[in-house]
């Protein structure tokens, strides 16, 4: 939404790491073995769809837009992303893609790590139990056949968050001078209100 408000290319990096993961689980690949791990997140071919009004993911040339979005998938993209191998390949791409400016990049280390001299860098919050509440209604729409369990959503979000604190390796962590935002009770609308005004903030101290 965000991308599309300024009219900027958007790249979700977190598809990137799951990519890698769903490659890695199409070729048997143990979540234990880093090696393996590294030379797939090197090897596989991970193509951006970057526009904002219909963003997609190619993994060797295969649409994988909705399929790495299984909660299996993300589970096993958190481990793999505390891979120093897998990470080194990801974040490469992400530099690379991004190097040119004029990009929302989404990810739980952009500001800190990928782009620490980013413009603008926002860190968003909220509560487990509001992020279970959002993607229980984000499945249930995707999903007719299965009605989503918020409580194992929650537990799940809570060990992903603790993976990725406390990795050696780019932890999940608020670079020094990102703008924090407390997104409880507010809607997707209203949060991208907010980071407009503060891009408009900083717009406006560089004019003066």
């Known amino acids: 939404m965000l991308a599309r408000r300024l009219n900027l290319r958007y790249v979700d990096t977190g598809a990137m790491y799951r990519c890698v993961a769903l490659q ?15 030379e797939c997140a090197r ?6 769809r ?11 040339g295969e649409d994988v837009t909705r399929s790495i979005r299984e909660d299996e998938i993300g589970s096993l993209a958190s481990v793999g992303s505390q891979i120093g191998g ?8 992400q530099r690379q893609i991004g190097s040119s400016g004029g990009v929302v990049m989404e990810g739980r280390d952009i500001g800190s790590v990928v782009f620490p001299n980013a413009k603008m ?9 509001e992020r279970a509440r959002r993607r229980a209604g984000e ?8 009605s989503p369990d ?12 603790r993976r990725d604190q406390t990795r050696k390796i780019s932890p999940l962590m608020p670079a020094p001078d990102a703008a924090m935002i407390d ?10 209100n907010r980071i407009m005004e503060l891009i408009a903030n900083i717009e406006l101290s560089d004019h003066q």
């Open 121 to 129: 860098k926002v860190f968003l919050t909220a509560s487990p139990g």
């Open 183 to 192: 997104t409880d009770g507010l809607s997707a609308e209203e949060v991208v």
């Open 139 to 146: 499945l249930a729409v995707e999903s007719s056949s299965r």
């Open 150 to 161: 918020a409580t194992q959503i929650q537990t799940d979000i809570e060990i992903r968050d």
């Open 43 to 48: 090897s596989a071919q991970i193509e951006l």
């Open 86 to 93: 897998v990470r080194e390949a990801m974040v490469a791409l």
């Open 24 to 38: 890695a689980r199409r070729q048997g690949i143990s979540p234990e073995d880093a090696a393996a791990l590294s």
């Open 50 to 60: 970057t526009d904002p009004q219909d963003p997609r993911i190619l993994l060797d």
